[in-house]
């Protein structure tokens, strides 16, 4: 008994130096001016100072972190982390040489989190993107809007909460685009969690905002629209928590896009693209055609929607890019998709100026009961005789007032007799005025434009627009034909 008491001591002692111990170190901040495609690797005198040893090169986390776990025999290690070579070793924030950096390994694990302040390539410089200046000054054009539409009299309260809503999340995206760009690789990971649930929101936003401006509800009975996002939620917390389960999300697909980027986007294009068709489906005003006659409200909604769904589609083009290789700036941060979408401040911004009435509680609805034949007669007679679309700031409220009856009564007429709006009837009247005319010896000498603005156009481009939605051909081809 005491003989094999004293062999397994033996064995015990004899063994002890070859236990070995872990080193765990994270990466918890990085330099902005990284560049997103280089590795990063640990080296030290246990492998003899080897700058690019794959062995020793960290590794994506499931939250995000850049991390590696190594096992020693336990010891007194020095260590430095470098971008694959001397010229890119860490520095600190003045760009001078770091102490190397020391650990001691028991026989237990010992984990290390280490900020890495500079590069020695690099300096602590980074490339000036100027789209980010564009980015902010469209983040406080929307913050503008919001506080001047906010003081629209009567506005709707649906209607507000709804563009209320998609404006925040305009700003709130434009402003983290904005801090990406200054922020390390680390927090840009962290941010990337965000767009992820945001994305699945996309298009129940411009759902919830047709729904308030077409029938000043919410989306009544959509609410499985949200559970996309809840799950894409989880799925966040859940690889910020760190939890194995989900490691392969971090893995590479196809470089630089990871199995995360690729699903997500996938699952989330599908599913915005069905909430899209649907709209299209069930608006007949979206269909892109000249001759469909929209009022102000559904010019809104028809330039919300397009504008939307062409960023949609910016986004698997912007995947496309970075799969084969294009490594700009702009590419690897989904500038384009951003880019696009600020275009609908610009939008708004015009559309709530020109027609502050889109946002206001809807008048009681009128039909055609509400207006009589005498009406529709005294309209026509007054329109082909006294001609007031030659007034080129004619408004609605104008008519109805020469006419004796509301502007929302003589918009409704419009609509059912004529089945356009107002803009188009009073151009449809100046084309056929213009015709009429440049067959005159009076007007004869007139140039086109002269004679469009003689009829109640304001400009050349207006003029051409109008003319050959109504007669298919341009000025100059309608009149070469009829010569």
Not at 87 to 115: A, I, M, P, W
Not at 191 to 220: N, T
Not at 353 to 382: F, G, H
């Amino acid at each position: 008994m005491l003989k094999k008491l004293i062999i397994i001591f033996l064995f015990f002692f004899l063994t002890i130096p070859y236990i070995q111990a872990q080193l765990r170190v994270v990466v918890a901040s990085l330099p902005a001016a990284t560049p997103v495609s280089d590795t990063i690797f640990i080296c030290g005198n246990f492998n003899g100072w080897v700058t690019n040893d794959a062995r020793y090169a960290l590794q994506r986390q499931v939250n995000g972190q850049l991390a590696i776990t190594i096992n020693l025999p336990p010891g007194k290690y020095e260590y430095k982390l470098t971008r694959g070579n001397w010229t890119k070793v860490e520095t600190d924030r003045d760009n001078h040489y770091t102490k190397n950096r020391k650990v001691e390994l028991g026989h237990q694990e010992v984990s290390v989190s280490v900020q890495i302040v500079n590069w020695l390539d690099l300096g602590g410089a980074r490339p000036l993107n100027f789209v980010i200046f564009y980015f902010f000054a469209c983040a406080f054009q929307a913050i503008a809007l919001c506080l001047l539409v906010h003081r629209i009299q009567k506005r709707e309260p649906i209607k507000f909460s709804a563009f209320a809503v998609i404006n925040t999340i305009f700003v709130l995206l434009l402003f983290t685009m904005v801090y990406v760009e200054i922020a390390d690789q680390i927090s840009q990971t962290y941010f990337a969690f965000f767009f992820q649930v945001i994305f699945f929101l996309w298009a129940p936003i411009i759902a919830y905002f047709f729904s308030a401006f077409v029938s000043a509800r919410k989306l009544d009975g959509k609410g499985w629209y949200g559970i996309p996002a809840l799950i894409s939620l989880l799925v966040v917390l859940a690889r910020l928590m760190n939890i194995p389960s989900f490691s392969f999300l971090s893995n590479v697909l196809w470089p630089p896009v990871t199995w995360s980027m690729g699903m997500i986007t996938a699952c989330g294009f599908i599913f915005n693209l069905f909430i899209y068709i649907k709209l299209y489906r069930q608006f007949a005003f979206l269909k892109i055609a000249k001759s469909f006659a929209r009022d102000a409200k559904q010019e809104l909604l028809y330039y919300v929607y397009w504008i939307s769904f062409v960023a949609l589609l910016v986004v698997p083009c912007n995947i496309a890019l970075l799969m084969y290789g294009v490594r700009h700036p702009s590419i690897e941060y989904f500038h384009p998709v951003a880019v696009v979408l600020s275009l609908l401040i610009f939008v708004e911004a015009y559309m709530f100026w020109r027609y502050p009435e889109i946002i206001r509680e809807e008048k009681t609805s009128v039909t055609a009961a509400d207006y009589s034949p005498e009406l529709v007669s005294r309209l026509r007679d007054y329109m082909q005789t006294n001609k007031p679309f030659r007034k080129a700031d004619l408004t609605v409220s104008d008519l109805a007032d020469l006419l004796g009856t509301r502007p929302h009564i003589l918009s409704r007429l419009i609509n059912d007799q004529y089945e356009r709006n107002f803009r188009d009837f009073l151009n449809a009247y100046r084309v056929e005025e213009f015709i009429a005319l440049a067959n005159t010896k009076e007007y004869r000498h007139f140039t086109f434009l002269a004679l469009a603005q003689e009829v109640g156009f304001n400009s050349k481009s207006t003029f051409n627009l109008a003319f050959k939605k109504f007669t298919n051909q341009s000025p100059r081809e309608y009149f070469k034909t009829r010569e």
